[in-house]
């Protein structure tokens, strides 16, 4: 097994990688052959064109790489679903919104693959505390 050396986290659009900023001076920084990454993820991602990606690009310390698709954040999918730009200045101070307990859980049934936890129920803990951080509030529903 290859010893990690980086590992760099960035949106890319899937099947157009190339070498410009900001892929290309990070990685030839590093010391990648950069078109043998672009070629490598433009082929890989050739079925998400112009699809924005969340990869982390796993570098070696041969300078060998690999990278992994990961899913959008829960910051980002929260704002989306809230349709606001930004989380609050004063999370504890000023709520900027409100989502319901099942949408969280379905949240956390999106993101669970990528969370360092084992259950739905942690997920959906980690998740409330994003929400607290970005100033939103969890509307309990009523149940008949």
Known sequence: MKKIFKIIKINLKGGLANPSPPLGPTLGAIGV??????NYFNNKTKDNLNKLLFIHIYIYEDKSF?????????????????????????PNKKIIGEINLSDIYKLAEYKISDLNCFSLESAVS???GTLKSLGVKIKHEKKN
């Open 66 to 90: 690999d990278f992994k698709i990961k899913k959008k954040s829960i910051k980002y999918k929260v704002l989306k679903l809230l349709n606001i730009e930004k989380g609050s200045s004063e």
């Open 33 to 38: 052959n950069i078109m043998d990454f672009c």
């Open 126 to 128: 980690m998740i409330k």
